[in-house]
């Protein structure tokens, strides 16, 4: 995996620059993606991931408790 500063990601990410940036599956992204909160964009067929919303919905994840 390459490490590229979040400065030089494009504006949106694709649901696989996702994977990669958590580390998780292709599979396991698309699931994040469709789940309630997460910001993704459908357009047409494609859905894209504003890149300030994904790292600002990063950093609210890290303040909720682990186990609720």
Do not use: C
């Not at 990410?13 to 910001?39: C, D, H, Q, T």
């Amino acid at each position: 995996m390459q490490v590229v500063k979040q400065d030089k990601l494009p504006l949106t990410l694709k649901v696989e620059e996702v994977a990669s940036i958590l580390g998780i599956s292709r599979g396991g992204a698309f699931n994040l993606v469709k789940s309630r909160g997460f910001p993704s964009i459908r357009i047409g067929r494609r859905i894209v991931i504003p890149k300030e919303a994904f790292f600002n919905w990063m950093e609210e994840k890290t303040k909720e408790p682990f186990y609720k």
